[in-house]
């Protein structure tokens, strides 16, 4: 693990930023459910991340009083729906030859409806073009300190919810940007299935949440046990920083995953990291996943990111273990849509392995 120590700190030594949602969270020493719908984050925005967020802290000051305060989705008293849209284009080595590649797709395209049937009681649908994406639950806000019961088809509670599921510890390298390893290169485990489970939420005071579930299988090999997830979430807002930290549980049949996850956030720097270790996820093996973020916002509206991203496969240096490095800008001219630029280079320490080229990237993400 000494590798992953030394490769950080040289990270954080450079004063570039990395984007994500979570962040957000950070910033502001709360939970996610400050800005979604959902209380354990993603999704459907409420009228604080569609008018407070969105509206007033994150687009150019210069278009900032163009945007429609009016518009958080509500359609009369209890309907709320709401979209996020992405499209990506990219460069990329070719590994059959020596030419750069370049496509541009669709990365993302969903809409969500949330039906209030009573002040403590709802119902979301998110409807997505990949059904694998398609989720919905109930939610019923009956427990003590604001907790809930979650109920329905979604993603179990585990570390931070980045909106860029090519981290390791997420989806990680698929298609376009796969490196070519024997093993697959990332968890792939919270993209591919969604879980049918029943949740409960329960906020503790001082910053601190605990939530716990269990449901149907994420992992398609594992049939007999159901999934058993916890999470104990911590963040809180001080005068001059704002901490936050999870620990993070995962337990179904032969597999078992743990983790941290945490971020500081100080001025106009926002620093947010999660390390897993996952047994019995690829061939009886140990894998270890690690991110590590550090955003800088120059200006409203104008972020410089820097990313690492680490992924070993079998717990052996030089068998396959993946490094990548992220630079790049994220932009948020309107208070509906964002440009991410990014150039990533990646190392894979294996003898005799061809080091793959760098990629670049530009997104465009909108949403209502």
């Known amino acids: 693990m000494s590798k992953i120590f030394f490769s950080s700190l040289s990270f954080l030594l450079c004063l570039d930023f990395a984007f994500a949602l979570p962040r957000f969270a950070v910033q502001n ?28 802290e994150l687009p150019f000051k210069r ?8 518009w958080d989705g509500t359609i009369g008293d209890h309907l709320q729906v709401g979209g996020d849209f992405r499209v990506q284009g990219i460069q990329y080595g070719n590994t059959a030859d020596t030419t750069r590649k370049s496509a541009v797709f669709p ?25 694998s994406e ?7 806000k009956v427990l003590p300190q604001n907790g809930w019961i979650r109920v329905g088809q979604t993603l179990p509670n585990y570390g931070i919810r980045l909106d860029d599921h090519t981290s390791f510890f997420r989806y990680g390298n698929m298609s376009k940007t796969g490196i070519g390893l024997d093993y697959q290169e990332g968890f792939q485990l919270f993209w591919s299935k969604k879980s049918s489970l029943i949740e409960f939420g329960l906020p503790f005071g001082n910053g601190f949440l605990f939530t716990a579930s269990g449901g149907t299988p994420l992992n398609s090999g594992s049939q007999e046990i159901k999934n058993i997830t916890s999470q104990l979430y911590f963040a809180r807002s001080f005068e001059k920083f704002s901490p936050m930290f999870s620990l993070n549980l995962m337990k179904e049949n032969d597999l078992s995953l743990m983790g941290i996850a945490g971020g500081l956030s100080f001025s106009k720097f926002t620093w947010t990291f999660e390390l897993d270790k996952a047994e019995n996820l690829i061939n009886g093996k140990n894998s270890y996943a690690y991110y590590d973020e550090l955003a800088w916002e120059i200006k409203q509206g104008v972020h410089l990111i820097a990313k690492y991203d680490f992924f070993d496969p079998d717990e052996k240096w030089k068998t ?10 994220e932009l948020f001219p309107l208070n509906v849509l964002e440009v991410k630029i990014q150039a990533r280079l ?4 294996k003898n005799g392995f061809i080091q793959p080229d760098p990629e670049y990237l530009v997104q465009f993400h909108t949403w209502f």
Request: proline share 1%; glycine share 10%; charged share 20%.
């Open 134 to 140: 398609t989720e919905f639950w109930g939610l019923f």
């Open 320 to 329: 396959g273990a993946i490094s990548r490095y992220t630079l790049g800008v």
């Open 107 to 131: 990365m993302q395209a969903e809409v969500y409806i949330y039906l209030e049937l009573h002040e403590n009681a709802g119902m979301f649908t998110k409807l997505s073009a990949k059904n």
């Open 63 to 70: 278009w900032q009083a163009k945007g429609n305060e009016d």
């Open 346 to 349: 990646s190392e894979v320490d």
């Open 29 to 56: 020493g709360s939970s996610c459910m400050a800005c979604h719908v959902n209380p354990t984050g993603s999704g459907l925005r409420n009228d604080y991340g569609s008018n407070v967020v969105a509206l007033e």
